[in-house]
């Protein structure tokens, strides 16, 4: 069955902690993305990948860091700079690079500071 | 950058009654996408608009992309509580990467 993982579904984060969210597809998709979603916000892109071991900033990417060692892989690692990260966090895939893609959102993470 | 306006924000409709969201961008499209996100859900896509003037239906949707290819607009005909969601375009201009519109929640009553 193919598709995009993301876990958990929820994460609850304490001040000052670094916290990790997952991101798989088994799409064979080489492009992925990260997306932040707030109430009346949108979706607004915080990394994206076009091929493994490279990625780019988005519009709102201080604060976070992500890796691509693997192709089907993309964890997002919000961190301790990072200070309003409560949000609905969004991961999607396109199958490659550039416009005219569609993109296939995984189910997202709910992360809350505590 | 570019810049993507979707109104209105919110909508309240009878069932049965139409509905229409627009999307504005600030700069030319090479093409715009709609998504569908349920309550509590994650976005899927809709349909993608390449074409000047395109106008693309999908049963009681009806999406359309303007002349000069900075406006678009999804059409609702005859509501239905399974249409309760947000709507979100995305424009893709220069850049690589899609910019979506803040969307348009639809409420329906029955």
């Known amino acids: 069955d193919g598709g995009i993982t993301q876990s958990p579904k929820y994460l609850f984060r304490k001040e000052g902690q670094n916290v990790t969210l997952s991101c798989e597809q088994n799409l064979n998709h080489d492009a992925m993305y990260w997306y932040r979603q707030d109430p009346g916000q949108g979706l607004r892109l915080i990394y994206y990948s076009q091929i493994v071991n490279d990625f780019q900033k988005g519009d709102i990417a201080e604060g976070y860091s992500v890796s691509r060692e693997k192709k089907e892989s993309f964890p997002l690692t919000v961190t301790s700079a990072q200070k309003n990260p409560t949000a609905f966090y969004l991961c999607a895939s396109s199958r490659m690079g550039g416009t005219g893609e569609t993109q296939y959102f995984g189910p997202g993470t709910r992360l809350l500071v505590l | 950058g570019q810049q993507v306006m979707q109104i209105p924000q919110y909508q309240h409709v009878q069932e049965g009654e139409d509905f229409t969201t627009y999307c504005n961008s600030s700069?030319?499209?090479?093409?715009i996408q709609w998504y569908k996100q349920r309550p509590g859900g994650h976005p899927v896509f809709l349909i993608q608009?390449?074409?000047?003037?395109e106008v693309k239906k999908q049963k009681r949707l009806t999406f359309q992309f303007g002349e000069a290819k900075k406006n678009s607009s999804l059409h609702i005909t005859a509501t239905q509580t399974t249409d309760v969601g947000t709507y979100f375009c995305?424009?893709?201009?220069?850049?690589?990467?899609?910019?979506f519109g803040r969307g348009t929640s639809l409420i329906v009553h029955p």
């Open positions: 608009l390449v074409k000047s003037g």
């Open positions: 995305a424009g893709a201009g220069g850049s690589y990467i899609p910019t």
């Open positions: 700069t030319t499209l090479s093409n």
